[in-house]
């Protein structure tokens, strides 16, 4: 009976080589067997709420002949900061730039605005196509190219040991649009929105450098599909000798109402180019 039993187990292990084999088949010489696909990657975690409410400080506008600079200096308080890195998606203007770049600049208690002349330091910046996941919006929709800004935690701690406030400065560079039937070059400006709130807008200034002729007329209003018309006001640097009799009332950026969906657009119009004898 036990030689049986043997003959019985011998033959049932053959039978279920033979179906094991038939399941998994050898490679073929020479091949290896495919590998199991991979998992895919795990969604990257959610944003953590921003810890502080910037603001536009101040937009300057400088044309250059053949081409106009804009720089959107943006106002970061410390807030609830607690020393993490923080990265901005930050849109492209119309028409898009040339070249841009990003600078954080330290402020003292008091100040509301950087010097010209303060660079400040450098920002690493990353071409994307949207804002993505790992991007706090700052400036302009997400869904539109631009860069994202990254503020390396122990550079944003050093410029808020001047007094909890910095600014981050970008500067883009970009060719200036044929002039209108009034004479006048156009640029759009991205505004933006933090936490479901439209950022203040501060200043606005218009200024030329050589070659470009001096400016002699400046107007800037909110565009948008939700956007208030009403002018606003536009610092010329320097100041026209002559008052502009088109000029419109107009109001302080600070006081403008604001959406989220809204950009500045900003009209330029030069004095006429003066002739060589």
Do not use: Y
């Not at 053959?14 to 010489?29: E, F, Q, T, Y």
């Not at 944003?47 to 970061?76: D, F, M, Q, Y």
């Not at 631009?146 to 600014?167: E, H, I, R, S």
């Amino acid at each position: 009976m036990s030689r049986a039993r043997q003959a019985i187990a011998v033959i049932v292990g053959i039978c279920a080589s033979a179906l094991g084999s038939r399941s998994a088949p050898a490679a073929p010489p020479g091949k290896t067997a495919p590998k199991p696909a991979a998992k895919p990657a795990p969604p990257p975690p959610p944003l953590a709420p921003l810890a502080i409410l910037p603001s536009i400080a101040r937009v300057k506008v400088t044309s250059h002949g053949s081409a106009v600079s804009v720089v959107e200096e943006v106002n970061l308080p410390r807030g609830e900061w607690r020393g993490e890195t923080l990265r901005f998606h930050v849109a492209f203007g119309a028409p898009g730039p040339r070249a841009i770049d990003a600078h954080l600049v330290a402020l003292g208690d008091g100040e509301l605005e950087p010097e010209d002349d303060d660079k400040g330091e450098p920002l690493a910046v990353e071409r994307v196509a949207r804002r993505p996941p790992s991007a706090h919006p700052l400036l302009g929709r997400e869904t539109m190219a631009g860069v994202v800004v990254t503020l390396p935690g122990d550079v944003l701690a050093k410029a808020f040991t001047k007094g909890n406030m910095a600014t981050l400065r970008i500067r883009t560079l970009a060719d200036a649009t044929e002039p209108d039937a009034t004479g006048a070059s156009s640029v759009v400006v991205r505004l933006g929105a933090s936490r479901g709130t439209p950022l203040t807008l501060g200043r606005i200034t218009a200024s030329a450098a050589a070659p470009a002729p001096a400016i002699v007329r400046a107007e800037a209003k909110l565009c948008g599909p939700e956007a208030d018309p009403h002018p606003l006001a536009v610092g010329i640097v320097p100041r026209p000798a002559e008052s502009d009799p088109q000029q419109q009332p107009t109001i302080a950026p600070v006081l403008s109402v604001r959406h989220a969906s809204d950009d500045l657009c900003v009209r330029l119009w030069h004095a006429p180019a003066t002739k060589a004898p």
